[in-house]
């Protein structure tokens, strides 16, 4: 199995950045991507950007934080970053991070993290 550690979460200004880490642990040698995702209070969670964790590192990102966020991996480390910029309060949520095989993998699953609480507010 994968473990999945995030932090780097906190109380942030409208406006500021942030960088969320997440380290992972275990089985990881079959994941394929990895990604954020998070939920408000009384929403679905919703993707935030992905990531694949090979060489090319194609990323994909949800259009309400596209320009602003930024997804990153360092492989060696196992971790993956999400920089946030540009911080609005409806970025508001618990983050999490998640670690899942590739679609044609039999058995595969997806692993979550604990998650980590951003909060934008002035």
């Known amino acids: 199995q994968v473990q999945l550690v995030e932090s780097g979460g906190g109380l942030v200004q409208p406006g500021g950045s942030l960088r969320l880490s997440c380290a992972a642990s275990?089985?990881?040698?079959?994941?394929?991507?990895m990604g954020w995702y998070r939920q408000a209070p009384g929403k679905q969670r919703e993707l935030v950007a992905t990531i694949t964790i090979t060489s090319a590192g194609i990323t994909h990102y949800a259009d309400s934080v596209k320009g602003r966020f930024t997804i990153s991996r360092d492989n060696a480390k196992n971790t993956v970053y999400l920089q946030m910029n540009s911080l609005k309060p409806e970025d508001t949520a618990v983050y999490y991070c998640?670690?899942?095989?590739?679609?044609?993998?039999?058995?595969?699953?997806?692993?979550w993290g604990k998650g980590t609480l951003v909060t934008v507010s002035s």
């Open positions: 998640n670690a899942g095989p590739h679609p044609t993998m039999i058995n595969g699953r997806d692993y």
């Open positions: 275990g089985s990881i040698f079959s994941i394929y991507a």
